[in-house]
């Protein structure tokens, strides 16, 4: 199956929660807007020690994201809760069987998305679409006061064929099997009046083979 779901509740600490009051805006919004702040890193996923590349450059291709591929960004740099937290939902779904095993490049990718009476939060403004990698784990930390942010993942080809729907409560994780399906979620808007978010890690593992191919 290319789609897995799997538990993170346990991983989840009180300060990864606290981390995200401390995110910036993401600088590549279209529009003066700020609905998404996020940071980023980027480590091997291997034994001993971890060596982190923090805050980018984060290069996709414009066939893979049609508003802000073809250029590198760069964002804030991941906070260490976010990277103890990559790592081990990357370790977990190593040890359930549904991530390969062995040494892989690990992307983090920390983001909060927001909403507001006046303004929806639009967790992938792209529409339907892959990330670019091997696996990738979408893990909900926690959400507050929103309703939509609906997950859907279909098969890449068979647009009908839809593989997950779901709205991801906070300490559920998807496993993706990026080349062979699209994902999307849908936007989100306060459930009651005033403001709202939504807070996840995306995880994005690949082989070593694809470190000099990704920033191509
Ligand atoms: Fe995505």
New binding site residues.
């Given amino acids: 199956m290319p789609v897995h779901t799997l538990a993170c509740a346990d991983l989840v600490d009180d300060r990864l929660v606290a981390s995200y009051e401390d995110l910036p805006a993401d600088g590549y919004l279209d529009g003066d807007h700020v609905y998404r702040y996020r940071a980023f890193g980027e480590t091997l996923l291997a034994s001993g020690e971890p060596h982190w590349r923090l805050g980018g450059p984060f290069f996709q291709s414009k066939r893979l994201n049609s508003r802000a591929g073809g250029i590198d960004r760069t964002f804030a740099p991941l906070a260490e809760p976010a990277r103890e937290f990559a790592r081990a939902l990357a370790l977990r779904a190593q040890g359930q069987g549904i991530a390969p095993r062995g040494e892989l490049l690990l992307g983090c990718h920390q983001i909060r998305v927001v909403a507001t009476d006046a303004f929806a939060g639009l967790p992938?403004p792209e529409g339907f679409?892959?990330?670019g990698f091997a696996q990738?784990l979408?893990a909900c930390i926690a959400r507050h006061n929103d309703s939509g942010a609906v997950t859907s993942v279909r098969r890449l080809g068979a647009a009908s064929e839809l593989l997950y729907e779901g709205s991801l409560a906070a300490g559920d994780a998807l496993l993706l099997v990026d080349p062979l399906v699209e994902?999307y979620v849908s936007p989100l808007t306060p459930r009651r009046p005033g403001r709202a978010h939504r807070d996840v890690v995306?995880v994005t593992l690949a082989p070593l083979s694809a470190r000099e191919g990704r920033n191509a």
């Fill in positions: 992938t679409h892959q990330d990738v979408i994902h995306v």
